[in-house]
């Protein structure tokens, strides 16, 4: 079966700092990848996709970016955070080929940026 | 407007008790439509797909309405732990392939 994670769960950051989160899916070859934002009280902001390895698709400008690096492997980048990045991020994935239409989300990461 | 709008809520609800969300969608290209679930804290997750025809699962009922763009969720004999947010989700194909938009979520509390 198929398991998605995301490191760290919670963080806390000071303005100005740089951020990396990290998910990694198990068990599927070549998913589509994406990052979510939800900030609180608020639905959830689609960021980042991917389809492929080094193939990124941005959906807001923003402070922040995205890589792909391996196949089951997505990245989130920050070179220095502002107090607006302050959310819960969530790495989602949808695997092509069992045809389903729609995603399933890791446990995300909290980030606090003070 | 919001591409997908629900209220908030909350529902406050007693154990046993049947609720009923709704959720209207603004774009008439989109085709396919779920309900997620998500607890506090924690990450959503897939609850039902909402087929055209509309659809149970247990306790559960999803329903569409395609002319009038809205989605509906009914559960029957709510359970405490039916307590969570109710994410609405529209799927819309792009090029760039399976995009969900996400309503902000109407929260339910069931209570003795």
């Known amino acids: ?114 | 407007r919001k591409e997908v709008e629900q209220d908030p809520g909350p529902f406050n609800v007693p154990e046993g008790a049947t609720v009923a969300f709704n959720c209207t969608y603004s774009n008439s290209a989109s085709q396919s439509f779920f309900w997620y679930r998500q607890d506090c804290r924690k990450e959503p997750k897939l609850l039902m797909s909402v087929y055209s025809s509309g659809n149970e699962d247990g306790r559960f009922t999803a329903q569409l309405n395609r002319a009038s763009q809205y989605i509906s969720l009914l559960i029957r004999d709510s359970k405490l732990s039916d307590s969570a947010t109710y994410l609405c989700v529209v799927k819309i194909l792009t090029g760039g392939g399976n995009k969900l938009t996400f309503g902000t979520g109407t929260q339910l509390k069931v209570e003795l």
Do not use: M
Not at chain 1, 45 to 70: C, D, K, T
Not at chain 1, 87 to 105: M, N, S, V
């Open chain 1, 1 to 114: 079966s198929q398991t998605i994670h995301q490191w760290p769960a919670t963080l806390v950051q000071p303005v100005g700092s740089p951020l990396s989160l990290e998910c990694t899916v198990e068990g599927t070859s070549n998913p589509n990848l994406y990052w979510y934002r939800q900030a609180a009280g608020r639905g959830l902001q689609l960021l980042f996709y991917s389809v492929g390895i080094g193939q990124i698709s941005s959906e807001v400008p923003q402070n922040l970016s995205a890589s792909r690096p391996q196949d089951r492997q997505f990245i989130l980048s920050s070179k220095k955070l502002l107090l607006s990045d302050s959310g819960f991020y969530l790495c989602a994935w949808r695997d092509l080929g069992q045809g389903k239409e729609t995603q399933y989300f890791g446990p995300g990461t909290r980030l606090l940026v003070l």
